[in-house]
């Protein structure tokens, strides 16, 4: 005979008549006719009975107890049931109450009376879920699991697997689709005396009846969703596990889970019952699922105990004969460590350390033990996995001197540490080794240059950042002005412009939509194009939880309404925007100034030349060759701008600046800062062919101005520049005169410089130079930046 299932409640799922009506509907919706159900007493019910027996020397004080734990099961009833069935059951708790004062009175209570009296919580639940159900309109019939589980008397009652299991399938025989709801806890002798299972006595029960009788699955219904890779109270992210190895969950039950219990797991072994860990709260919700004979590994769990004892003492016999003997001792270690000399170390509870030290010395003539100490102030760190190996190393490197070195069997990793450090190294085991690994989806918009240079970085650089981050980081998006690919699924990098070619037009509604559906924990969007549609469309951007990467400045030099938008959209919703590479390409100029007034610094003063074309234009300009020419010259190698006007006019400088000072924490609009262009009014809404018939017409102010500084022995640059003090405030881009030593002065051709004054760079002042445009320059900021974020959430 086959049973679908067996369901198991324990006490939390049945404090209150409500819950009593959440497991009839549980069992009404999730089960089956011929369902098997084992309960535990409801609520405190067995801490109430125990505290009658510690009470019986305070004759009215046991009277009172036992009254107010009479009115708790009557309100139980009359809460649940009506007419008839309300009215079995009262006077069945009206019959039993009269028997636990008889045998409370007694003077003289033995062994199997106090069990008896303890045995009632799981009568009365019994009872009272088989009513409801009736109440429902079903078939349940109440089993006194007495009458059916024959055991013999050891350290823990040891049941008659044989008789008992065709007991309960005889039983099962003589109520056909009924559901059947059998005491937890309790067995009987041969003599029909009561015997109690002991500590998780009911699921042990539960797991024991599955298998006699020939059940599929059990589950066990509690007050949390299932198994967790870390304990949630401890650890925020901790994320349920749907399923793991039977020999997995046995060794996490045997490292002090409180979700799993290690006898309860043992009548599972050699069968092929499943066991599931559901919530009787939110049964709709994900669960645990145990499998007997699953070998592959899931993910890896880590627990953590606070309280354990170091037992020490010396071993000159067979250690592994010692292990055997504690194991069938029912008293095997959590962990344990042997020196060279002979010195062995076994980990225990504070609860099982003193039945541990008295089991040594029975064993010392025996197993050559001497010396036994106890060392307390400890906690374990463990980690459970099939695949340990892959996780060592990562763990390792998480201890420090005063930890023990890693213990490691077939499935755990486990670690002793001091008691105050337990919760931390849990937390960093569980970040490095067990925690969620993060899956990062790049999407890159704009396929020009700079998005090609990324592209190949990233293709080279992808693997290694992996392996530092522990995540993954995959490209899933590539978008450019006129059509788009994304896949979910994963682009390779040195493969996108096939991809791309087969991509479709796209307009930003139904691409953001789809961006916020990737299967990623995170998605950034790199945004490496000069478009101002799509810095306009950065708020729909943040609206679907994407963060974002610029090299694009037109956003960070908005107007300033609109860029406070966009920094309070990223505060409030926890997101990211980074945007380094739109100012000094690779230069890392925006981490200097944050580093500065996150140090207690302040930025007094920034200046430099900011644009490689510019730096080019005024490194050749001597007065040898016209300005204009030199112009020409810049643009026929590319280092101009299509327009050279767009370098000239000295609005991109203007605009760097600008982010630059909103760094600084000053909240400026772009005309707060003076521009003087090198075009004049005359030439700039020319269109690019008349300009460059008439470029010659800036030759004579430009030598003007040149044949001027050369007089006083200076040179002339083009200068952005910031100042600030208590009382004033000036910003602007324009011709300068240096000395011929300035730092503006003696520049490779191309290069950008950054000049920063700050309280503790007064008279010696910050210097960052370097390429400050390129490709591969600004591609590299583009993945600094990525790099960087994804570093953040990693550690939110």
Known sequence: ??????????????????????????????????????????????????????????????????????????????????????????????????????????????????????????????????????QSGVAATALDARQVLLADEEATPQVRETESSKALQQFIG??????????????????????????NGSDYSATLITRLANADRVTIWTDVEGVFNADPNRISDAKLLRSMSLLEANRLAGLGSPVLHSRCLQPLQGTNISLAVRSSYAPHTDFTLISPNSQSAS?????????????????????????????????????????????????????????????????????????????????????????????????????????????????????????????????????????????FGIVLMGTGNIGQAWLTLFAKARTRLQRELEAEIQLVGVVSSSRAIIDGTGINAEQWQLRHQKGLPWSYEPLLEQLSQLPYDEVIALDVSASSSLTLRYPDFFNHGIHLVSANKLAGSGPLPFYRHLKQQIADRRLFWRYNASVGAGLPIQYAINDLRHSGDKVQQVGGIFSGTLCWLFEHFDGSTPFSQLVLNAKELGITEPDPRDDLSGRDMQRKLLILAREMGLELELDDIELQSLVPESLADLSLDEFLERIDELDAPMQQALTTAKEQGLCIRYVASLTQSET?????????????????????????????????????????????????????????????????????
Not at 174 to 199: D, S
Not at 315 to 328: I, N
Request: hydrophobic letters at 40%; glycine letters at 6%; charged letters at 20%.
């Open 299 to 439: 993910q890896p769990v880590v627990t953590a105990l606070a309280k354990v004892e170091r037992i020490v003492c010396r071993c000159d016999s067979d250690f592994l004969s010692l292990l055997s003997q504690l194991d069938a001792q029912d008293l095997p270690p959590l962990a344990h460590w042997r020196d060279y000399n002979g010195v062995i170390e076994l980990a225990y509870t504070t609860e099982q350390a003193p039945a541990a030290v008295g089991l040594l010395k029975r064993l010392a003539p025996d197993c050559g033990l001497t010396q036994i100490t106890r060392k307390q102030g400890f906690g374990l760190v463990a980690l459970v996995s099939s695949a340990v190996q892959d996780y060592r190393q990562g763990f390792a490197r998480l201890l420090n001197r005063a930890a023990k070195p890693l213990y490691q069997d077939a499935h755990s990793l486990v670690t002793l540490v001091r008691e105050d450090q337990v919760s931390a190294l849990a937390a960093q085991v569980h970040r490095r080794c067990a925690g969620p690994r993060k899956r």
């Open 1 to 134: 005979m086959s049973i679908r299932h067996l369901h198991k409640f324990g006490g939390s799922s049945l404090a209150d008549a409500d819950c009593y009506k959440r497991v009839a509907h549980i069992l009404l919706t999730h089960g089956q006719s011929d369902d098997l159900i084992v309960v535990s007493a409801a609520g405190k019910t067995t801490n109430r009975l125990y505290e009658l027996l510690d009470g019986l020397d305070n004759h009215f004080g046991w009277q009172q107890q036992l009254e107010l734990l009479h009115q708790y099961q009557q309100r139980l009833i009359e809460q649940s049931l009506q007419d008839e069935l309300q009215k079995q059951l009262l006077i069945q708790l009206r019959e039993d109450i009269r028997v636990l004062h008889r045998l409370l009175s007694l003077e003289d209570l033995n062994d199997y009376q106090q069990s008896q009296i303890i045995a009632f919580g799981e009568l009365w639940s019994s009872r009272l879920l088989a009513a409801l159900l009736a």
């Open 728 to 796: 004033r405030l000036q910003a602007g881009v324009g011709l300068q005169q240096v000395g011929l030593e300035h730092a503006y002065a003696n520049l490779t051709p191309g290069d950008n410089v950054f000049v920063v004054t700050s309280e503790f760079y007064q008279d010696n002042p910050l210097i960052i130079r370097g390429p400050g445009a390129g490709r591969e320059v600004t591609a590299a900021a583009v993945q600094t930046d990525l790099a960087q974020i994804c570093r953040d959430l990693l550690a939110d």
């Open 174 to 199: 003589e109520h056909p689709q009924h559901r059947i709801v059998i005491t937890g806890f309790i067995c009987a002798n041969e003599r029909g005396q009561t015997l109690l299972f002991g500590r």
